[in-house]
């Protein structure tokens, strides 16, 4: 046994919080693995099909017959220690809907002032796409139209209309001063918040989740070693 880790839940994300309560109580994680450990990076667990499993079988796509809403907020940010929900990619889950029970625990590095700006400014990119992206679904009978009618010169002015709403809407910041300051002091991955939903932090054993992160690890970042959970629910 490596360890102790005592997380709590945010009351911000209730969907993920009680559904992550409910599991626990149930047994429902008991005798899973963190089943993919990433160096400097973070810790994954919750795959049912982790219990058991014989050395060498792909794991990180169990789970129960549901996915979660996305309860991705402005102020949770993947900071050392931040419990996240594991969630399949954007390209077959435009939504971001979280696993209804793989999630992970954050490591991450600390970085310094410039690798900061850099992420900032890749961040804000990402923010105008998103937002231009919904914008321009809004208007996707009118973008239709004018592509049937080979408007080009209409499709460009509403593309330029649609840029300039999204670099309103976002504004000229990526990370904020607060998100600036956890990741030049506490550490953590920049890069993720805003893509998938953050419902918890570790308030004691963190030592152990530094112990499980710089583990050996093989195929698909499984450790070699079975590096088992048990959760107990403290209200």
């Known amino acids: 046994m490596l360890g102790d880790i005592v997380v709590r839940l945010y009351d911000e994300t209730p969907i993920h919080r009680d559904n992550f309560v409910k599991l626990a109580k149930e047994g429902y994680y008991d005798g899973t693995l963190f089943h993919r450990v ?30 979660l809403q ?28 979280s696993s209804g029970s793989q999630f992970y625990i954050v ?40 592509r049937r009618e080979k408007n080009r010169a209409g499709l460009q002015e509403l593309q330029d209309k649609l840029v300039a709403e999204a670099e309103s809407q976002v504004g000229s910041d990526g990370l904020t001063e607060n998100q600036m300051k956890l990741y030049s002091t506490i550490g953590g991955t920049p890069h993720l918040d ?8 570790v308030e004691e054993g963190l030592d152990v989740v530094e112990l499980i992160q710089g583990s050996a690890t093989g195929r698909a970042d499984r450790p070699l070693d079975d590096i088992e959970m048990r959760m107990v629910v403290i209200e």
């Open 70 to 97: 996305a309860e991705i907020q402005d102020g949770l940010f993947h900071k050392r220690g931040a419990l996240a929900a594991a969630r399949q990619g954007d390209e077959v889950n435009p939504e971001r809907r």
């Open 194 to 201: 805003g893509q998938y939903t953050v419902f918890g932090e």
């Open 38 to 67: 990433i160096k400097n990076f973070m810790i994954q667990g919750g795959d049912p099909d982790s219990k058991g499993a014989p050395a060498g079988k792909m794991l990180s796509v169990g789970g129960p017959d549901y996915t």
């Open 107 to 146: 490591w991450g590095q600390v970085y310094n002032e410039n690798q900061l700006r850099q992420f900032s400014k890749q961040l804000r990119m990402q923010k105008v796409q998103d937002v231009f992206h919904a914008l321009a679904s809004d208007h996707r009978a009118e973008i239709m139209q004018m």
